[in-house]
């Protein structure tokens, strides 16, 4: 079955970048998305990226997929308090109904 | 309009009740989807709806009853449950089953004593 994990917590200084990362076991993966989930809300897509593709850059996301180690990370440059959160990385795989699989879950904390 | 409205935000429910939470939107979506989310972990999925019919049902107890009465709506009913399906509830639309977006709601919290 499909496995997706990232650590539990990361740690940034404002205005500092942050690296989020994630590793997946589905090789037939199409699509993986990162979502950010404030306390007791749903969860918000942020970006995604085709298998097919090895770097997106959306303004202070950039999404870095390394498909051979089967890696995925998310870098959030300048990153501020109002980013912090809880990020699921998913990975969508290619059978069937095309199941999307969440990882653990990153709780960012951004430290004034 | 690019919501998924869930309501209620909160309910509380004992293990004899029968109540239902529901979901809207209005984007034209035809797969919507609950989630089941519990502390700390992340949301897995429980049944998928495709153009108003059940398409994927993960093995969910039947004390859970999913309903797509129209193309917009998408009830869960639910009925006996148990304290630990206490969880966050998540709904989510997408313009088919295999679309690369999908649309969360701000789920519902639930909690059963």
């Known amino acids: 079955g499909e496995d997706v994990e990232q650590s539990l917590f990361l740690s940034v200084r404002e205005g500092d970048s942050s690296v989020i990362n994630c590793t997946y076991t589905d090789s037939s993966s199409t699509y993986l998305y990162w979502y950010k989930q404030e306390p007791g809300a749903g969860l918000q897509l942020l970006t995604y990226i085709f298998s097919n593709m090895d770097m997106k850059q959306d303004q202070r996301l950039t999404v870095l997929l390394n498909k051979k180690d089967k890696h995925l990370s998310l870098r959030i440059a300048d990153t501020q308090t109002g980013d912090s959160a809880i990020y699921f990385c998913?990975?969508?795989?290619?059978?069937?109904?095309?199941?999307?699989?969440f990882g653990t879950g990153t709780k960012l904390q951004v430290i004034p | 309009d690019t919501e998924v409205t869930q309501t209620p935000k909160h309910l509380v429910m004992g293990m004899t009740n029968k109540k239902s939470l529901k979901c809207e939107q209005h984007m034209g979506h035809r797969a919507m989807y609950w989630y089941k989310q519990k502390a700390k972990k992340p949301p897995e999925l429980m049944f998928v709806?495709?153009?108003?019919?059940?398409?994927i049902n993960e093995s969910v107890p039947s004390r859970f009853s999913p309903e797509c009465p129209n193309s917009s709506l998408l009830n869960l009913h639910l009925h006996a449950l148990q304290p630990e399906d206490s969880a966050l509830y998540l709904c989510?639309?997408?313009?088919?089953?295999?679309?690369?977006?999908?649309?969360f709601g701000q789920g519902t919290r639930l909690t059963v004593v």
């Open positions: 998913a990975e969508r795989n290619s059978g069937g109904y095309q199941k999307v699989t």
């Open positions: 989510a639309s997408s313009q088919a089953v295999a679309e690369t977006e999908a649309f």
């Open positions: 709806y495709s153009y108003e019919k059940l398409s």
